[in-house]
Protein backbone atom coordinates (compact mmCIF):
# COMPACT_ATOMS: atom_id res chain seq x y z
CA UNK A 1 0.00 0.00 0.00
CA UNK A 2 1.63 3.73 -0.91
CA UNK A 3 1.69 6.65 1.12
CA UNK A 4 -0.54 9.01 -0.12
CA UNK A 5 1.54 11.55 2.10
CA UNK A 6 4.71 10.97 0.24
CA UNK A 7 6.47 12.05 -2.70
CA UNK A 8 5.71 9.32 -5.56
CA UNK A 9 8.00 8.84 -8.34
CA UNK A 10 6.76 8.52 -11.94
CA UNK A 11 6.65 4.48 -12.49
CA UNK A 12 7.14 3.88 -16.83
CA UNK A 13 6.40 0.34 -18.65
CA UNK A 14 8.40 -0.20 -21.36
CA UNK A 15 6.09 -3.08 -23.13
CA UNK A 16 4.70 -4.78 -26.24
CA UNK A 17 7.03 -8.18 -25.27
CA UNK A 18 3.78 -8.43 -25.80
CA UNK A 19 1.48 -6.69 -25.24
CA UNK A 20 -0.75 -8.77 -23.41
CA UNK A 21 0.83 -9.06 -20.61
CA UNK A 22 2.04 -5.60 -21.01
CA UNK A 23 -1.64 -4.58 -20.76
CA UNK A 24 -2.11 -6.38 -17.38
CA UNK A 25 0.93 -4.49 -16.09
CA UNK A 26 -1.07 -1.49 -16.73
CA UNK A 27 -4.53 -3.04 -15.44
CA UNK A 28 -3.09 -4.00 -11.98
CA UNK A 29 -0.82 -1.18 -11.34
CA UNK A 30 -4.21 0.97 -11.76
CA UNK A 31 -6.56 -1.40 -9.77
CA UNK A 32 -3.54 -0.19 -6.98
CA UNK A 33 -3.14 3.66 -7.72
CA UNK A 34 -6.32 4.42 -8.22
CA UNK A 35 -6.55 6.19 -4.83
CA UNK A 36 -2.95 7.66 -4.73
CA UNK A 37 -1.49 10.58 -5.25
CA UNK A 38 0.91 8.92 -8.12
CA UNK A 39 1.73 11.08 -11.48
CA UNK A 40 0.26 9.02 -13.70
CA UNK A 41 1.97 6.10 -15.51
CA UNK A 42 4.06 6.36 -18.35
CA UNK A 43 3.67 3.54 -21.48
CA UNK A 44 6.20 3.17 -24.22
CA UNK A 45 5.78 -0.02 -26.64
CA UNK A 46 8.84 -1.70 -28.78
CA UNK A 47 8.23 -3.59 -31.55
CA UNK A 48 7.05 -7.30 -30.77
CA UNK A 49 8.32 -8.92 -34.18
CA UNK A 50 11.89 -7.38 -33.86
CA UNK A 51 12.01 -8.02 -30.45
CA UNK A 52 11.75 -11.78 -31.39
CA UNK A 53 13.31 -11.95 -34.28
CA UNK A 54 16.41 -10.97 -32.25
CA UNK A 55 15.55 -13.68 -29.39
CA UNK A 56 15.00 -16.28 -32.22
CA UNK A 57 18.03 -15.70 -33.49
CA UNK A 58 19.99 -15.09 -30.39
CA UNK A 59 21.37 -11.66 -31.69
CA UNK A 60 22.07 -9.79 -28.26
CA UNK A 61 23.08 -6.69 -28.95
CA UNK A 62 19.82 -5.67 -31.54
CA UNK A 63 17.75 -6.83 -28.19
CA UNK A 64 19.66 -4.74 -26.23
CA UNK A 65 19.31 -1.52 -28.59
CA UNK A 66 15.46 -2.29 -29.27
CA UNK A 67 15.12 -1.84 -25.08
CA UNK A 68 17.63 0.56 -24.56
CA UNK A 69 15.57 2.37 -26.83
CA UNK A 70 12.76 1.98 -25.21
CA UNK A 71 13.67 3.04 -21.78
CA UNK A 72 15.10 6.18 -23.38
CA UNK A 73 11.77 7.03 -24.30
CA UNK A 74 10.03 6.15 -21.52
CA UNK A 75 13.26 8.60 -19.53
CA UNK A 76 11.93 11.01 -21.64
CA UNK A 77 7.98 10.84 -21.45
CA UNK A 78 8.98 11.39 -17.42
CA UNK A 79 9.59 8.13 -16.36
CA UNK A 80 11.94 7.79 -13.18
CA UNK A 81 11.02 4.09 -12.42
CA UNK A 82 11.09 1.90 -15.76
CA UNK A 83 9.63 -1.60 -15.40
CA UNK A 84 10.52 -3.62 -18.77
CA UNK A 85 7.41 -5.89 -18.18
CA UNK A 86 9.35 -9.22 -19.78
CA UNK A 87 11.11 -11.62 -18.38
CA UNK A 88 13.16 -12.67 -21.49
CA UNK A 89 13.70 -9.12 -22.15
CA UNK A 90 15.32 -8.53 -19.22
CA UNK A 91 18.43 -10.75 -20.10
CA UNK A 92 19.63 -7.26 -21.49
CA UNK A 93 19.22 -5.23 -18.65
CA UNK A 94 22.78 -5.84 -16.87
CA UNK A 95 23.93 -4.20 -20.16
CA UNK A 96 21.89 -0.94 -20.75
CA UNK A 97 23.07 2.14 -18.80
CA UNK A 98 20.93 4.86 -18.35
CA UNK A 99 22.07 6.21 -15.21
CA UNK A 100 19.35 8.73 -15.18
CA UNK A 101 16.50 6.80 -14.16
CA UNK A 102 16.25 3.70 -11.59
CA UNK A 103 16.01 0.39 -13.96
CA UNK A 104 14.53 -2.15 -12.02
CA UNK A 105 15.47 -5.84 -13.56
CA UNK A 106 12.44 -8.81 -13.20
CA UNK A 107 15.20 -11.43 -12.89
CA UNK A 108 16.50 -9.63 -9.97
CA UNK A 109 13.61 -9.03 -8.59
CA UNK A 110 12.41 -12.74 -8.77
CA UNK A 111 16.27 -13.96 -7.80
CA UNK A 112 15.49 -11.58 -4.20
CA UNK A 113 12.57 -13.22 -3.76
CA UNK A 114 13.74 -16.82 -3.67
CA UNK A 115 16.43 -15.20 -1.61
CA UNK A 116 14.05 -14.02 0.63
CA UNK A 117 11.54 -16.99 1.33
CA UNK A 118 14.69 -19.16 1.30
CA UNK A 119 13.45 -21.42 -1.46
CA UNK A 120 15.95 -24.30 -2.36
CA UNK A 121 14.25 -25.94 -5.42
CA UNK A 122 12.94 -24.24 -7.65
CA UNK A 123 10.66 -25.08 -11.41
CA UNK A 124 11.30 -22.27 -13.89
CA UNK A 125 8.85 -22.45 -16.54
CA UNK A 126 9.05 -19.79 -19.67
CA UNK A 127 10.18 -19.18 -23.21
CA UNK A 128 12.40 -22.04 -24.56
CA UNK A 129 14.98 -18.45 -24.48
CA UNK A 130 14.78 -18.67 -20.78
CA UNK A 131 14.21 -22.08 -19.85
CA UNK A 132 16.94 -23.32 -22.03
CA UNK A 133 19.66 -20.46 -22.10
CA UNK A 134 21.95 -19.91 -19.04
CA UNK A 135 20.77 -16.14 -18.43
CA UNK A 136 18.01 -16.95 -15.84
CA UNK A 137 18.97 -19.93 -14.37
CA UNK A 138 22.30 -18.46 -13.44
CA UNK A 139 21.00 -15.33 -12.12
CA UNK A 140 18.42 -17.68 -9.93
CA UNK A 141 21.68 -20.38 -9.16
CA UNK A 142 22.86 -20.70 -5.56
CA UNK A 143 24.96 -23.24 -4.07
CA UNK A 144 22.14 -24.64 -1.79
CA UNK A 145 19.34 -24.31 -4.52
CA UNK A 146 18.37 -26.69 -7.64
CA UNK A 147 16.78 -24.95 -10.86
CA UNK A 148 14.58 -27.29 -12.38
CA UNK A 149 13.24 -26.79 -16.05
CA UNK A 150 10.63 -29.29 -17.83
CA UNK A 151 11.18 -32.26 -19.94
CA UNK A 152 11.52 -31.08 -23.65
CA UNK A 153 8.25 -31.82 -25.29
CA UNK A 154 7.18 -29.81 -22.08
CA UNK A 155 8.89 -26.69 -22.87
CA UNK A 156 8.30 -26.80 -26.27
CA UNK A 157 4.63 -27.14 -25.20
CA UNK A 158 4.89 -24.02 -23.12
CA UNK A 159 6.37 -22.20 -25.33
CA UNK A 160 3.62 -22.82 -28.10
CA UNK A 161 1.26 -21.65 -25.60
CA UNK A 162 3.08 -18.25 -25.17
CA UNK A 163 3.91 -17.12 -28.11
CA UNK A 164 0.68 -18.73 -30.07
CA UNK A 165 -1.85 -18.04 -28.03
CA UNK A 166 -1.02 -15.95 -24.89
CA UNK A 167 0.86 -13.33 -26.65
CA UNK A 168 -1.77 -13.23 -29.65
CA UNK A 169 -4.76 -12.16 -26.63
CA UNK A 170 -5.82 -15.97 -26.55
CA UNK A 171 -6.14 -17.57 -23.25
CA UNK A 172 -7.63 -21.35 -24.10
CA UNK A 173 -9.09 -23.60 -21.52
CA UNK A 174 -7.74 -26.77 -23.12
CA UNK A 175 -4.18 -24.81 -22.38
CA UNK A 176 -5.03 -24.08 -18.78
CA UNK A 177 -5.78 -27.14 -18.09
CA UNK A 178 -2.79 -28.85 -19.61
CA UNK A 179 -0.64 -26.54 -17.86
CA UNK A 180 -2.48 -26.99 -14.43
CA UNK A 181 -1.44 -30.55 -15.06
CA UNK A 182 1.51 -30.42 -16.31
CA UNK A 183 2.77 -28.81 -12.79
CA UNK A 184 0.86 -31.28 -10.61
CA UNK A 185 3.35 -34.03 -12.64
CA UNK A 186 6.53 -31.87 -11.82
CA UNK A 187 5.60 -31.22 -7.84
CA UNK A 188 5.13 -34.93 -8.04
CA UNK A 189 8.28 -35.75 -10.16
CA UNK A 190 10.68 -33.44 -7.97
CA UNK A 191 9.83 -33.97 -4.32
CA UNK A 192 11.68 -31.38 -2.37
CA UNK A 193 10.25 -28.69 -5.14
CA UNK A 194 9.36 -25.78 -3.44
CA UNK A 195 8.71 -23.09 -5.55
CA UNK A 196 7.48 -22.69 -9.53
CA UNK A 197 8.68 -19.60 -11.23
CA UNK A 198 6.26 -17.85 -14.38
CA UNK A 199 9.27 -16.81 -15.64
CA UNK A 200 7.16 -15.49 -18.18
CA UNK A 201 5.01 -12.59 -17.74
CA UNK A 202 2.15 -13.90 -20.08
CA UNK A 203 2.23 -17.42 -18.18
CA UNK A 204 0.45 -14.97 -15.37
CA UNK A 205 -2.69 -14.78 -17.79
CA UNK A 206 -3.17 -18.49 -17.20
CA UNK A 207 -4.56 -18.02 -13.61
CA UNK A 208 -2.73 -20.19 -11.96
CA UNK A 209 -3.46 -21.24 -8.00
CA UNK A 210 -1.02 -19.66 -5.60
CA UNK A 211 -0.05 -23.01 -5.13
CA UNK A 212 0.35 -26.20 -6.23
CA UNK A 213 0.56 -29.55 -3.80
CA UNK A 214 2.17 -26.78 -0.98
CA UNK A 215 4.77 -25.35 -3.99
CA UNK A 216 4.28 -21.36 -4.20
CA UNK A 217 3.64 -20.31 -7.52
CA UNK A 218 5.61 -16.90 -8.38
CA UNK A 219 3.81 -14.68 -10.28
CA UNK A 220 6.82 -12.19 -11.88
CA UNK A 221 4.01 -9.83 -13.00
CA UNK A 222 3.15 -9.49 -8.91
CA UNK A 223 6.83 -9.74 -7.49
CA UNK A 224 7.84 -6.73 -10.38
CA UNK A 225 5.19 -4.46 -9.50
CA UNK A 226 5.86 -4.84 -5.33
CA UNK A 227 9.17 -3.92 -5.85
CA UNK A 228 8.27 -1.02 -7.90
CA UNK A 229 5.83 0.53 -5.48
CA UNK A 230 8.39 0.13 -3.18
CA UNK A 231 10.87 2.08 -4.78
CA UNK A 232 8.91 4.63 -6.59
CA UNK A 233 7.49 5.91 -2.72
CA UNK A 234 9.41 8.46 -1.35
CA UNK A 235 9.65 9.60 2.59
Known amino acids: MLNNNSKQRRIALVGGVSWASSAEYYRRLNIIL ?138 LHTSKQWFREMLEFYTAKFTKLDSIILGCTELSLLGMPETVNQCAVIDTIAVHIDTALQVASIA
Open 34 to 171: TDSDEPGLVAVDLNFKHVLEAQELNIFEKEMELVSDGISRAARAGGEIILVCSNTTSRTLNSVAHPDVEVISLIDCVSSHLDELKYTETLLLGTRYTMERDFYRSAMQRQDRKIRIPEGDDRKKIHGIIYDELCRGKI
